[in-house]
């Protein structure tokens, strides 16, 4: 959480600071050894669907990679060179010799505006989200980006190419699914998408995904439902 402040008068004639938050989505890449093979995976899915990653927000997760990994030191570097903006490493410390040659992500940008707040006087908990379940009356337009960790998403209308609708849990269109969607993006593998018209370019639950090319013909321009079978990205009619 980011915060940016501005200053009113309290009773007692000080300032009094508020703080307005800003929350993130990022995704998170988990690599895995031999590295080589990895980013020729990541290029080979990139290129099948353009402009996955473009602008997003990236986490980098070293969990699987040990510090004897051949070629370790070049991965930041080589996913730099592929346009991947990692704004966050974990898993892994920064003072290994291995990275010393990285520039380690200090900080975040961008992110989506929420309400300001009063930094409480006797309390510096921050507060937790309820979950809930965000509808959407009008179309998604081609261009929108529609985010909500917080629980499901139900779209009344459409959702355009060139769009993205993104969910902590499950994604229900009512409409044409035409664009992007996002499901589980909060580690929830049981999330799932359900579309009246399933017409996407992509889909993407807890992480794996598919493009149009991947799914079954017969169910495009259905009423059909994506789950997560044996982690792949399914694709079954909506009964």
């Known amino acids: 959480m980011v915060t940016s402040s501005t200053a009113s008068t309290d009773p007692a004639g ?18 895995e050894a031999p590295l080589d093979i990895w980013l ?18 990236i986490i980098l997760d070293l969990t699987l990679v040990p510090l004897d990994t051949p070629h370790l030191a070049d991965l ?3 996913l730099v060179e592929r346009g991947i903006r990692v704004i966050g490493i974990e898993g892994a410390d920064r003072d290994e010799p291995v990275f010393s040659t990285w520039e380690w992500p200090e900080g975040l940008n961008g992110g ?16 937790e989200l ?8 009008e179309p998604v337009r081609s261009g929108q980006q529609i985010v909500w960790a917080d629980g499901d998403v139900i ?7 060139g769009a993205e609708v993104s969910a902590g849990g499950s994604i229900h269109v009512y409409g044409s699914l035409r664009g992007r969607a996002i499901a589980g993006i909060v580690g929830r593998p049981e999330a ?11 889909l993407a639950i807890d992480g794996f995904y598919a493009i149009s090319e991947e799914m079954p013909e017969a169910l495009i321009g259905k009423s059909s439902q ?10 079954k009619p909506l009964t």
């Open 130 to 137: 309820p979950p809930g379940t965000l509808i959407i009356e």
């Open 14 to 31: 000080l300032p009094r600071i508020r703080a307005g938050g800003r929350s993130f989505l990022a995704l998170v890449l988990t690599p």
């Open 40 to 57: 020729a995976a990541l290029d080979h899915q990139v290129s099948r669907s353009a402009g996955f990653f473009a602008g997003k927000p």
């Open 76 to 78: 930041l570097p080589a």
């Open 226 to 235: 994506a789950i997560l079978v044996d982690e792949v990205l399914t694709l």
């Open 192 to 202: 799932r998408i359900f579309a009246r018209v399933m017409e996407p370019e992509l």
């Open 155 to 161: 779209v009344l209308g459409s959702v355009a190419s």
């Open 112 to 127: 989506r505006s929420t309400a300001a707040e009063e930094i409480p006087v006797d309390s510096v908990d921050e507060p």
